[in-house]
Nanobody, 121 residues
Framework: QVQLQESGPGLVSPSQTLSLTCTVS??????????WSWLRQASGEGPEWMGA???????YYSPSLKSRTSISRDTSKNQCTLQLSSVTPEDTAMYYC?????????????WGQGTQVAVSS
């Protein structure tokens, strides 16, 4: 079975760039026709979709975060990376990577365990 594992810093200073990596095992990130997404969830709130990179390398971003978000991949390492710039305490959340088949709304069949990120000085 495919497994996703998030990794990165648990604490980031305001104004800095957050970088998180999703490492995938048991499947290739280039396999047709999967999308690889990043989502986050603040305490007491629902999940917020941030963006995705597809099996072919196409990128899609949430309009509210597009200006600060960059998603990339390293196919040789089977990894997907999220970069969120100019972070503020409002970016404190649990961050997840997830897989969906194509762009099926909300159709995330696999999730990582999530990684908690706090933005604080």
């Amino acid at each position: 079975q495919v497994q996703l594992q998030e990794s990165g810093p648990g604490l980031v200073s305001p104004s800095q760039t957050l970088s998180l990596t999703c490492t995938v095992s048991g499947g290739s990130i280039t396999t047709n026709y999967y999308y690889w997404s990043w989502l986050r969830q603040a305490s007491g709130e629902g999940p917020e979709w941030m963006g995705a990179i597809t099996y072919s390398g196409s990128r899609y971003y949430s309009p509210s975060l597009k200006s600060r978000t960059s998603i990339s991949r390293d196919t040789s390492k089977n990894q997907c990376t999220l970069q969120l710039s100019s972070v503020t305490p409002e970016d404190t959340a649990m961050y997840y990577c997830a897989r969906s088949y194509a762009n099926v709304p909300g159709g995330f069949s696999s999730w990582g365990q999530g990684t908690q990120v706090a933005v604080s000085s």
